[in-house]
């Protein structure tokens, strides 16, 4: 079993920055990718941005390419996710999710372990 704790979420004007931490614990040496996703109400829940965690190399959905960036810290078993230049459509219950079975995954059928979300707004 892993457990994450997603935090950092808030309310930021357009243009603005947030940064999301997602803390890991439990088997956490079955960790094969880490990833964020979003879903905004009435919404699919979408990829956001991913790391392969044994190298460190992250992917990004086209969306957020050149504004967010994932990276961790094996040691802390933590990843985060800088989001700056946020616009409105950033809006969304931001997800972290841990794979045990794929390096680099854009599908959340990918993932076996999820958080509970956390909220960001972003206002225009």
């Known amino acids: 079993q892993v457990q994450l704790v997603e935090s950092g979420g808030g309310l930021v004007q357009a243009g603005g920055s947030l940064r999301l931490s997602c803390v890991a614990s439990?088997?956490?040496?079955?960790?094969?990718?880490m990833g964020w996703f979003r879903q905004a109400p009435g919404k699919e829940r979408e990829f956001v941005a991913a790391i392969t965690w044994s190298t460190g190399s992250p992917y990004y959905a086209d969306s957020v390419k050149g504004r967010f960036t994932f990276s961790r810290d094996n040691a802390k078993n933590t990843g985060y996710l800088q989001m700056n230049s946020l616009k409105p459509e950033d809006t969304a219950v931001y997800y972290c999710?841990?794979?045990?079975?794929?390096?680099?995954?854009?599908?959340?059928?990918?993932?076996?372990?999820w958080g509970q979300g956390t909220q960001v707004t972003v206002s225009s």
């Open positions: 439990g088997r956490t040496f079955s960790t094969y990718a």
């Open positions: 999710a841990v794979s045990t079975f794929s390096r680099r995954a854009y599908n959340p059928s990918n993932y076996d372990y």
